[in-house]
């Protein structure tokens, strides 16, 4: 299931589960390195899993490489978007204007200093996203494609300005690139193959120690808040590269944090220790029903809306997802983080129930009737042919849902054969067009522009044969494209809800695709060494908001402040 975990660094929308700790293997005897001794109102040590996707890691401290050491703790960005509430909360950057939809102005921090004891400053700040134009592997997000200048007006000041209006990419800017330190990158000649040993950064914690099993980092003291910091060092281990063996390990106990996907996880987790195994799994991006909309029947729109109630979503959020997450609504939104945005008028927040009866009636007045052995047939009177579902292979919770499509659109008269492949080729295959239908995720995060624009703008997709960057499924609206155009150039939040409502109708009215249920956003925690951590019940971050949670957390007994 780390499929779903990507780091905040690499992705291009904002706010996917952010802290890549799914467990990993223990460090051989008498290696680990516990601190000297445990401060008064200290954490002595937090155990959060794996530190680097190598079999064999190594001293890799470059945030911009797939195979770096670490992340948010020891680099930060300008802001921090809280995946709850959607605030910008200031890290490097202490507030931000927009001095027209093309010109964004941020203010950076004074007083910050970076782990080797140089003062950060705007320069760097201009340096690193210019860097990311020298470097265009390390522009994950495509910044360049809107960017026209970066630079650095004073030691305290720096103004982006792009090619157009671009008020939504505010998100990636604030958060998805790791500032570096100027006085130690420039320096290297190339810096995509810049390995970066001394992990210089500003960020909460520096490297202690690090070796093929494990990975030490230690509280810094200089940190610019770090008062809030009560944990004195994080140990992370070698993947084991088996599931299997880490929730095993997670139900020993030996994870503070982790973020995983456990089958009936009270029994296998929680009760193994009820005192302090917990869990929260909050809902994230859509899991949706993908079809290749080039592709007859899913060119017709009331084809498409009939399937909204051929499918059983409550069957799969019991079974495969085992409860643990929410259905979703036919907008485009989640219910938890976009409810004031939800537009007026739509029925209940757009959840389509199950109603078989309905979808046969819609597809009835469409022209699909059904022929011999109640087999459904096209509007030329000819039988439908067999559809293929391409699911990744190993996704058990994937593959079981499509298998309960697959049982849902036989019922009225609709042939479809679940075809489990390697990953790599289902991603391949949907990107360029050669599918009829599989699973696509989309939205989940603050960035309601991307939500949309990613999986619907024209610009995004594609002729079939050649991969599209996010419109796998090939739709193309002039409504759609004009709405995105208009949210990229508004700076006022109620002319974007306007928009926004005008982009949940589409998805209600037009079916481009189907919302099956929100991801959950895996994550376990323990109290027994640490308590303070979000919960459903106290939701003051996500799960991804790892730096916030780490300012939260405190030693059992300390009642805070």
Known sequence: MNRRARARWTVAGLLSLAVTVAGAACASPGSEQ?????????????????????????????????????????????????EISCEAKPLLGTSHEWQDPATLVVETRSGVKWSDGQPFSAKDVEFTF?????????????????????????????????????????????????????????????????????????????????????LILERNPDYWQADKIKVQQLKFTKPTGSAEVEKLQLSRGEFD?????????????????????????????????????????????????????????????????????????????????HDEWMA??????????????????????????????????????????????KVQAGWVDWIQA??????????????????????????????????????????GDCNLYSAYHDPFASSQTAPIGKPAPTNMIRWKDAETDELLDQLVKAEDEAAQKEIVHGLQQMMVEKVPTIPLWYGAKWFEYRTENAVGWPSEEDPYAGSGDSLEIMTHLRPPGDSGS
Not at 294 to 303: G, I, R, S, Y
Not at 420 to 443: I, K, L, R, T, Y
């Open 130 to 214: 210019n860097m990311l134009k020298a470097a265009p592997a390390f522009d994950f997000q495509g910044l360049w494609q809107k960017l026209e200048s970066v630079t650095a007006d004073s030691d305290s000041q720096v103004t982006f300005s792009f090619k157009d209006a671009a008020v939504p990419t505010f998100n990636q800017i604030a958060e998805g690139v790791p500032i570096v330190p100027e006085h130690i990158w420039s320096k290297q000649d190339d810096v995509e193959k810049f390995t970066n040993p001394d992990a210089v950064g500003t960020g909460a914690f520096k490297v202690k120690s690090i070796n093929p099993q494990q």
């Open 402 to 443: 499509a298998q309960i499509i697959e049982k849902n659109l036989k019922a009225i008269g609709i042939t479809m054969r679940v075809q489990n492949s390697n990953p790599d080729v289902v991603g391949e295959d949907v990107g360029s067009g050669n599918f009829d239908m599989a699973f696509g995720v989309f939205g």
């Open 344 to 389: 007026p008028g739509i029925e209940d927040k757009g959840y389509v129930p199950f109603d078989p009866e309905e979808a046969k009636r819609i597809l009835a007045e469409a022209g699909y009737e059904a022929g011999p052995g109640g087999k459904l047939l096209g509007k030329d009177g000819k039988p439908l042919p067999s559809f293929t579902f």
């Open 34 to 82: 516990k601190p000297e001794s445990a401060a008064k109102g200290m954490i002595p040590q937090l155990s959060l899993g794996k530190f680097s996707e190598l079999e064999t890691p190594q001293r890799i401290f470059n945030p911009y490489l797939p195979t770096t050491s670490t992340t948010s703790w020891t680099f930060e960005s300008l802001f921090d978007i809280n």
């Open 257 to 337: 944090w982790a973020a995983m996907f456990v089958p009936d996880i009270e029994k296998t987790y929680v009760a193994k220790d009820p005192e302090h195994n917990k869990y929260w799994f909050a809902s994230g991006g859509n899991i949706s029903l993908y079809m290749n909309l080039t592709k007859k029947p899913f060119d017709d729109v009331e084809f498409r809306r009939a399937l909204t109630y051929a499918i059983d979503k409550d069957e799969i959020k019991e079974k495969p997802q085992f409860g643990y997450v929410e259905t979703a609504s036919q907008t485009g939104l989640t219910y938890s983080l």
